[in-house]
């Protein structure tokens, strides 16, 4: 449901290219060992994955709260976009 919803309203979107952009930059990160570089690229890609609306708002401010412990969170699995998503 989520996958599709997503495709629904982004199948055209240059969201894509950005998350493109963002996995190129993570190889280059890891092959130089740069944990800064990686703890930026992994929080825009979280932000991605926001402005696709399939983070809910419960896993956003868990996020936002280790991230304000300098750490970089990443989420996995399709998402969420019904049910409980708050």
Do not use: Y
Not at 16 to 26: M, T
């Amino acid at each position: 449901q989520c996958v599709m919803e997503v495709a629904a309203n982004f199948k055209q979107s240059a969201i894509w290219d950005d998350f493109g952009a963002v996995a190129l930059q993570l190889e280059q990160a890891l092959t130089h060992n740069d944990t800064q570089a990686l703890k930026e690229l992994i929080r825009l890609n979280h932000r991605l994955l926001v402005s696709l609306g399939v983070v809910p708002q419960k896993v956003q401010k868990f996020i936002g709260e280790i991230e304000a412990m300098s750490a970089a969170p990443k989420i996995c699995g399709a998402g969420a976009v019904s049910a409980d998503t708050s």
